[in-house]
Each structure stands twice: as C-alpha cells, then as structure tokens.
C-alpha cells in the first residue's frame, strides 16, 4: 500500500477534518481515528509515518499558525550607538 496516497487523502479533507485552529494533538487523534475507520489493517509503524506526513504538511501550509517564542512584553534591547 503507497502511503502517500494516504497521506494526500487526508490532506485533501484537511479543511473538514481539521478546522482551522486544531491543534496537533488533536489532529494526530483525528488521524488515527480516521486510519481506524478506512484502514483498520495497517501497520503501528504505517500510522505513524502517516501521521507525521499529515503533521509535517500541515505545518508546510501553515494550518498551525505560527508560534511566538520568547516574551512580547519584554522591552527591546539597547543597542549601543557608538558602535
């Protein structure tokens, strides 16, 4: 069985499956419920390659938003202008 057949299916039902603002965790949930349903037989390690082919995707298409790390309230750091 070709899994990237797999994985673009459940891309292609992304917005259904995983409305915007869906969080991987949930997301990996819905994947796994989704391969119980349609392909109940595969292997653990087939599910998880797919799961991370979905994951990695989504985040290519930006699904997830982007992250901010660090403090937005910390003041910005002086720069010296004699340099």
């Known amino acids: 069985m070709d899994l990237a057949i797999i994985v673009n299916d459940l891309i292609a039902r992304a917005d259904d ?8 965790p949930a997301v990996r ?17 087939d599910r998880a390659l797919i799961a991370a082919g979905v994951i990695a995707q989504l985040e290519a298409d930006d699904h997830f938003g982007w992250e901010f790390c660090g403090d937005p309230f910390a003041e910005e750091p002086a720069f010296d202008e004699a340099d």
Not at 17 to 24: E, N, Q, S, V
């Open 29 to 45: 949930v819905t994947i796994a419920e989704e391969l119980d349903l349609e392909y109940p037989t595969l292997a653990k390690r």
């Open 17 to 24: 499956l995983f409305p915007a603002g869906t969080a991987r």
